[in-house]
């Protein structure tokens, strides 16, 4: 597995909005070398991926378009519009373990932590962590609501499985 991540956006997504989160992300991964080029690329997503019935993007086929722009990197993608997997309404956001992940920014209320919490959760998925019961960044949300309860940090369980 790489340890270095390259961050894509759609090309709607404020750059303001999240211009210090390679930084942050690289800070709040240090334990494992996580390297964050400080460059974030637009790439938009590929039509085939946009359900006009339901219209929403198909979080799957988002990870698996932005992996293939950067083999051999772990590869975070930033989504301002909607999307869902599987049976899910929506999700804030989708990993392929070992190779990369999504979040759309859809329901994050352009809120630049809560951007940042829901990119480390996702990076913790693609690091192999699942969803935490503790007080953590893992724990699973189910509405914005919880989302917007749960820690910005990893519980030192969480944490000492990222060694």
């Not at 303001?16 to 240090?30: G, K, M, Y």
């Not at 400080?38 to 039509?47: A, R, T």
């Not at 083999?71 to 392929?96: E, Q, R």
């Amino acid at each position: 597995m790489g340890r270095s991540c390259q961050i894509y956006r759609q090309s709607k997504v404020d750059s303001n909005l999240i211009s210090e989160l390679p930084a942050r992300i690289e800070q709040c991964f240090t334990n494992i070398g996580l390297k964050v080029s400080p460059e974030i690329h637009i790439l938009d997503p590929p039509p085939k991926a946009y359900s006009k019935s339901r219209g929403q993007y198909k979080a799957g086929e988002v990870v698996d378009h932005c992996c293939r722009k950067a083999p051999g990197k772990i590869c975070l993608y930033l989504l301002k519009d909607d999307a869902y997997n599987g049976d899910l309404n929506f999700v804030f956001g989708v990993a392929h373990r070992r190779h990369g992940c999504m979040v759309t920014l859809y329901r994050l209320n352009n809120d630049p932590d809560f951007v940042y919490k829901e990119c480390v959760h996702e990076l913790g998925h693609v690091f192999g962590l699942g969803h935490c019961r503790l007080p953590c960044v893992m724990t699973f949300s189910n509405s914005v609501a919880e989302a917007h309860m749960k820690n910005i940090t990893f519980c030192p369980s969480c944490l000492s499985k990222l060694l």
